[in-house]
Protein backbone atom coordinates (compact mmCIF):
# COMPACT_ATOMS: atom_id res chain seq x y z
CA UNK A 1 0.00 0.00 0.00
CA UNK A 2 1.89 3.78 -1.16
CA UNK A 3 1.38 6.07 1.66
CA UNK A 4 2.80 9.36 1.11
CA UNK A 5 2.91 12.08 3.58
CA UNK A 6 3.82 15.90 2.96
CA UNK A 7 5.00 18.39 5.25
CA UNK A 8 7.30 21.59 5.28
CA UNK A 9 3.97 24.02 5.03
CA UNK A 10 3.70 27.25 6.84
CA UNK A 11 3.01 30.67 6.71
CA UNK A 12 5.77 32.99 5.10
CA UNK A 13 5.63 36.54 4.01
CA UNK A 14 5.98 37.27 0.30
CA UNK A 15 9.25 37.11 -1.54
CA UNK A 16 10.14 33.78 1.12
CA UNK A 17 10.72 30.41 0.24
CA UNK A 18 9.57 27.18 1.85
CA UNK A 19 10.67 23.52 1.13
CA UNK A 20 7.81 20.82 1.04
CA UNK A 21 8.54 17.31 1.75
CA UNK A 22 6.71 14.05 0.48
CA UNK A 23 7.87 11.12 1.72
CA UNK A 24 6.64 7.61 0.97
CA UNK A 25 6.22 4.50 2.02
CA UNK A 26 5.40 0.85 -0.23
CA UNK A 27 6.46 2.19 -3.34
CA UNK A 28 9.57 3.88 -4.63
CA UNK A 29 9.49 7.07 -6.00
CA UNK A 30 11.28 5.30 -9.12
CA UNK A 31 8.74 3.35 -10.12
CA UNK A 32 6.63 6.03 -11.48
CA UNK A 33 7.05 9.55 -11.35
CA UNK A 34 5.87 11.96 -8.69
CA UNK A 35 3.72 15.12 -8.99
CA UNK A 36 3.16 18.10 -6.64
CA UNK A 37 -0.15 19.36 -6.69
CA UNK A 38 -1.74 22.56 -5.39
CA UNK A 39 -5.47 23.60 -4.38
CA UNK A 40 -6.38 27.17 -3.53
CA UNK A 41 -9.60 28.04 -1.86
CA UNK A 42 -12.10 27.69 -4.25
CA UNK A 43 -10.31 26.63 -6.86
CA UNK A 44 -9.52 23.49 -8.63
CA UNK A 45 -6.93 21.24 -7.79
CA UNK A 46 -3.55 22.17 -10.12
CA UNK A 47 -0.36 20.40 -11.01
CA UNK A 48 2.79 22.29 -10.29
CA UNK A 49 5.44 20.46 -10.92
CA UNK A 50 6.46 16.96 -11.86
CA UNK A 51 9.52 14.56 -11.53
CA UNK A 52 9.58 11.80 -13.56
CA UNK A 53 10.55 8.04 -12.84
CA UNK A 54 14.04 8.85 -14.58
CA UNK A 55 14.55 12.02 -12.47
CA UNK A 56 13.41 14.69 -15.28
CA UNK A 57 11.62 17.83 -13.77
CA UNK A 58 8.66 19.90 -15.19
CA UNK A 59 6.98 22.92 -13.93
CA UNK A 60 3.96 24.32 -14.88
CA UNK A 61 4.44 27.91 -16.32
CA UNK A 62 3.15 30.32 -13.23
CA UNK A 63 5.87 28.66 -11.03
CA UNK A 64 8.18 28.06 -13.41
CA UNK A 65 11.84 29.79 -12.00
CA UNK A 66 10.49 29.94 -9.07
CA UNK A 67 9.91 26.27 -8.06
CA UNK A 68 12.54 23.26 -8.28
CA UNK A 69 11.29 19.47 -7.84
CA UNK A 70 13.92 17.16 -6.69
CA UNK A 71 14.20 13.69 -5.35
CA UNK A 72 16.05 11.67 -2.54
CA UNK A 73 16.48 8.17 -4.02
CA UNK A 74 18.01 6.96 -0.54
CA UNK A 75 15.20 8.78 1.27
CA UNK A 76 12.77 7.64 -1.18
CA UNK A 77 11.38 11.70 -0.37
CA UNK A 78 10.47 14.28 -2.87
CA UNK A 79 11.15 18.09 -2.16
CA UNK A 80 9.84 21.06 -3.76
CA UNK A 81 11.91 24.39 -3.02
CA UNK A 82 9.31 27.14 -3.15
CA UNK A 83 11.45 30.44 -3.72
CA UNK A 84 10.31 34.07 -4.46
CA UNK A 85 6.78 33.22 -2.89
CA UNK A 86 3.11 35.03 -4.06
CA UNK A 87 0.60 35.80 -2.14
CA UNK A 88 -1.35 33.58 -5.50
CA UNK A 89 1.03 30.67 -4.11
CA UNK A 90 -1.48 29.72 -1.01
CA UNK A 91 -3.30 26.90 -1.35
CA UNK A 92 -2.80 23.05 0.05
CA UNK A 93 0.35 21.36 -1.82
CA UNK A 94 -0.18 17.23 -2.33
CA UNK A 95 2.05 14.91 -3.63
CA UNK A 96 0.82 11.75 -5.77
CA UNK A 97 2.85 9.02 -6.81
CA UNK A 98 0.77 5.97 -8.97
CA UNK A 99 -2.36 7.97 -7.85
CA UNK A 100 -2.12 7.88 -4.29
CA UNK A 101 -2.41 11.49 -2.57
CA UNK A 102 -1.15 12.42 0.95
CA UNK A 103 -3.30 14.35 2.97
CA UNK A 104 -1.38 17.78 1.90
CA UNK A 105 0.52 20.45 3.91
CA UNK A 106 -0.92 24.25 3.82
CA UNK A 107 1.55 27.15 2.83
CA UNK A 108 0.02 30.74 2.97
CA UNK A 109 1.58 33.59 1.67
CA UNK A 110 0.76 36.93 3.39
CA UNK A 111 1.74 40.29 1.02
Known amino acids: QVQLVESGGGSVQAGGALRLSCAAS????????VGWHREAPGKQRELVAV???????RYSDSVKGRFTISRDNAKNTVYLQMNSLQPEDTAVYYCNHQNFWGKGTQVTVSS
Open 51 to 57: ITRTGNA
Open 26 to 33: GSPFTVAG
